[in-house]
């Protein structure tokens, strides 16, 4: 009579003892996250809410006072031709940022994904970009593009590829962006680098074996089984590369200055707002940037990133 | 209930967050609002300037002299001017004394970003101190003091133009003109002028003293254009300008240096020979290093070559001024004071040697330092630059630099490095900066 009571009450006990446990190891993960979630609330969403009302209003300190504009904002910044020609630029940071950073850092890492002697040192020397600040790589990369005494003018000499040094940046819009973006892309090529390696190596031996007996050549098995098993990580070097080729900044203005022939929305926005200090055009500007870098980011998941289970 | 309490502690979590954001918020205010705008003595003043800190030894004597200490941040100039105007814009503190650049008056005087100093310092006898005092001026109100006395000077390099057979040094524009296009024609240099094409400041600021050369201004004293037509100082100049950088005399590379850019690595090495609009004091500070310049006693000042003679020398200095939102504003009078006094505007510059020098101060902003400094025999070229000062000192606007300037300048140099990099004409480059003005001045 008393058995079934003491094992009712056990077993009770034991569920009430689970749930304080699970209350707890909750309340735990909660209160970790709790000082992320104010940084959060500080510095991304306040801000945000801030610039979205920020960007309808008239801010000019030089032509006081702020007041309501409506759209006022965002009809100045399209018909502007520098901030057009700046969308262009953009559009082509982005094709050239993302589709670089994506091949360059698949094809990394697949060369890294095999043990070999020295991978460890490899793997150190290959992340090194990624420390740099992008001030630093702009200044690196206008030594090496320098029309006096660049080493890529230098190298491409020598290979009697040119017959005397040329400038490569500031004249010719296409070749401009291009040289500028190959400074991101050693940048942020890196990182995806070690995503897709990351990606790569949770994939089963096994997978690649049966493939093999399969008679499966190098390229099958790269686009039947590679590929397909690596595409959350490339989705995540992908979305990585296409925000910062959207905001694309510090190379731009190291290599390029003011000049609209590669100028970035990013750097229009800096002059806009810091130089000529109208901050409500600034502001609708980071909107922009920042609503469009949201929705591209979300399509590109959607179309690369697929759930991988083994 | 566990979806219950879910609930519950994603609350309990947010509204934690939210206090200690508010915590951190009321912090941030109490410490804001804990200024002192009386007593000087005891405090810690943020200087952040666009120059290095002067030698620790000077700071040390000014702080037992006052009891005012001195956190000293050098940052660069364009760095300092965004900080400025993102401080002032969200209305924080972010120093006591800043750099009030003298194409910045006129916005800081609309803006009203920086206190004005007519109370701490006497205009009528400033007025015979300071050259360049009216760039710090705008409708009576000092908006800044000037903290040097920088001038767009011409620097030549005197041995490659006798390598050339040129004895004399050009007084006159074209003279000036065929004394380069001699140095290309015999090979002395490959492309002998340097003029920096980056779509930055510091081409604008060559046009317009290349415009004043050729006897003309940019602006009206009411900030019309005064370059529009084909026949005016400014067209000429940027049209000289874009031809010299299309024939050859400055080299391509020029197109992404900006003006230090060409300074240290062209003029410094012997690949130009001669900078029309070069920063006043760089024969000290960068010609004559060693560790930098294989021209060592090479280069020299010369009067610029106008269109008749010896032409204007634009200023352009900085000055320093106490930001609205400063903390310390008695003891940032006091630190500026003691920034002008003419025995420490010299030794910035080099009067008693290396020891108290700043790095890269050109020129003391007053004329007792002015004179200290020439007396003082230590600054290669500084007696030529104080004459220069005294006879051929101009600032670039009459009337003040306008308060929509870096627009302006912006539109100049934006087009100007266009024009040269023949994505555009010199005609539309011209009427598209007017355009520019005509829609700031409207």
């Not at chain 2, 000192?393 to 990099?421: C, E, I, K």
Request: proline fraction near 5%; charged fraction near 15%.
């Amino acid at each position: 009579m008393s058995q079934p009571a003491t094992s009712g009450r056990r077993g009770s006990l034991t569920k009430e003892f689970a749930e304080r446990r699970s209350i707890r190891s909750e309340a735990m993960a909660y209160g970790m996250v709790a000082p992320l979630l104010v940084f959060i609330l500080a510095l991304a969403l306040y801000p945000t809410v801030l610039t979205t009302i920020d960007a309808f209003m008239h801010i000019d300190p030089v032509t006081p006072p702020n007041h309501f504009a409506g759209f006022g904002n965002f009809t100045a910044i399209f018909s502007n031709p520098e901030i057009r020609q700046s969308f262009e630029n953009t559009g082509w940071y982005v094709l050239f940022g993302v589709g670089l950073t994506v091949v360059l850092g698949t094809t990394f890492g697949l060369l890294l994904q095999r043990k070999f002697r020295g991978r460890g040192v490899v793997l150190a020397i290959v992340i090194l970009p990624w420390a740099l600040p992008g001030v630093v790589e702009g200044v690196i990369w206008s030594w090496i593009y320098d029309p006096t005494f660049g080493v890529l003018n230098s190298v491409l000499k020598s290979l009697h590829l040119l017959s005397q040094y040329q400038l490569f940046i500031g004249t010719r819009q296409i070749e401009s962006i291009l040289l500028t973006s190959l400074v991101q892309v050693w940048q942020i090529t890196p990182l995806a680098t070690l995503l897709v390696l990351a990606s790569l190596q949770g994939i089963p031996g096994e997978l690649y074996e049966a493939a093999r007996v399969d008679g499966a050549g190098w390229w099958q098995v790269i686009r039947r089984i590679t590929l397909p098993c690596i595409r959350p990580g490339l989705a995540i070097a992908a979305v990585e590369a296409l925000v910062l080729s959207l905001n694309i900044f510090d190379q731009v203005y190291v290599l390029n200055a003011g000049a609209s022939t590669a100028s970035s929305v990013m750097s229009m926005t800096y002059f806009i707002t810091f130089q000529g200090l109208n901050f409500g055009q600034g502001y609708a500007l980071s909107l922009l940037a920042t609503v469009v870098t949201v929705a591209l980011s979300l399509g590109t998941l959607k179309l690369i990133y697929r759930k991988v289970t083994f | 209930m566990s979806n219950k309490w879910m609930h519950s502690a994603v609350f309990k979590v947010t509204a934690m967050a939210a206090a200690v954001s508010l915590v951190l918020f009321g912090s941030a205010v109490a410490a804001s609002s804990a200024t002192h705008h009386g007593n000087s003595k005891s405090v810690t003043i943020n200087v952040a300037i666009a120059y290095p800190a002067p030698p620790k030894a000077m700071l040390a004597k000014f702080t037992h002299e006052t009891g005012i200490k001195v956190n000293w941040s050098y940052l660069q100039w364009d760095d300092l001017q965004t900080k400025i105007a993102a401080a002032a814009e969200a209305n924080t503190y972010f120093a006591d004394v800043t750099d009030v650049d003298w194409s910045k008056v006129g916005e800081y005087y609309v803006t009203k970003w920086f206190l004005p100093l007519n109370k701490y310092f006497s205009m009528s006898s400033l007025k015979s101190q300071y050259p360049q005092l009216s760039s710090f001026v705008r409708n009576g109100t000092l908006v800044g003091m000037p903290m040097d006395g920088s001038l767009l000077v011409t620097t030549i390099n005197e041995k490659d133009f006798h390598k050339a057979g040129i004895t004399s040094m050009p007084t006159t524009f074209s003279k000036y003109a065929k004394d380069l296009q001699t140095l290309k024609a015999k090979g002395i240099v490959a492309h002998p002028l340097d003029i920096p094409f980056a779509a930055a400041e510091g081409l604008s600021t060559y046009w317009y003293e290349l415009t004043a050369a050729m006897g003309g201004q940019v602006l009206s004293p009411s900030y019309k254009p005064l370059f529009t037509s084909k026949s005016s100082a400014g067209y000429k100049a940027m049209t000289w300008m874009v031809n010299a950088y299309k024939t050859g005399l400055v080299a391509k590379a020029n197109l992404g240096y900006e003006d230090y850019q060409g300074f240290e690595t062209e003029m410094a090495h012997g690949l130009a020979a001669s900078v029309f609009s070069d920063y006043s004091g760089d024969v000290g500070t960068v010609y004559d290093v060693a560790s930098q310049s294989s021209v060592v006693g090479d280069i020299d000042y010369s009067p610029t070559p106008g269109i008749s003679g010896i032409a204007p020398n634009l200023g352009n200095p900085d000055g320093i001024g106490i930001p609205r939102s400063a903390e310390h504003v008695q003891a940032a009078v006091e630190f500026i004071k003691w920034m002008e006094e003419p025995a420490n505007q010299a030794a910035f510059a080099g009067a008693n040697g290396p020891k108290n020098v700043i790095s890269t101060f050109p020129l003391p902003s007053n004329r007792g330092g002015l004179s200290l400094l020439a007396k003082s025999g230590k600054v290669p070229g500084a007696t030529a630059l104080v004459n220069l000062v005294e006879k051929h000192g101009r600032a670039v606007f009459p009337a003040g630099a306008p308060p929509w300037y870096p627009n302006f300048s912006n539109a100049v140099y934006t087009n100007l490095h266009g024009a040269a990099a023949g994505t555009e004409s010199v005609a539309s480059a011209i009427s598209a900066i007017a355009s520019v003005v005509r829609s700031l001045s409207s």
